[in-house]
Nanobody, 126 residues
Framework: QVQLVESGGGSVQSGGSLRLSCAAS????????MGWFRQAPGKEREGVAA???????TYANSVKGRFTISQDNAKNTLYLQMDNLKPDDTAMYYC????????????????????WGQGTQVTVSS
């Protein structure tokens, strides 16, 4: 049974950093396109970053240069390093897994992914 569990969220001040983790079990997550999404209250879920089975990352323009997606295959864990955080980054963050090894042009669409974690809250104060 596929399970994704996020951790690492918290409250930080603007300009601070956090590293989110997504521990995968029940399958080898690194064989698939993996994504990070976020959802703020009253807003739609949006794609933040994705990484495919070859380790190639893709980022939303809003986080490019500030966030870094990576994976530790030995630990079956996906990460999202978030630097220079802004209040607009405040949201619930989710990791998700596709069933294909390559991330497509639709990597930032929630419907692309089949498995989801429960989310971890990130709050950035000004």
């Amino acid at each position: 049974q596929v399970q994704l569990v996020e951790s690492g969220g918290g409250s930080v001040q603007s300009g601070g950093s956090l590293r989110l983790s997504c521990a995968a079990s029940g399958y080898t997550y690194s064989s698939y396109c993996m994504g990070w999404f976020r959802q703020a209250p009253g807003k739609e879920r949006e794609g933040v970053a994705a990484i495919d089975s070859d380790g190639r990352p893709t980022y939303a323009n809003s986080v490019k240069g500030r966030f870094t997606i990576s994976q530790d295959n030995a630990k079956n864990t996906l990460y999202l390093q978030m630097d220079n955080l802004k209040p607009d980054d405040t949201a619930m963050y989710y990791c998700a897994s596709d069933i294909w090894p390559r991330c497509t042009d639709h990597w930032d669409e929630p419907s692309t992914y089949q498995h989801w974690g429960q989310g971890t809250q990130v709050t950035v104060s000004s």
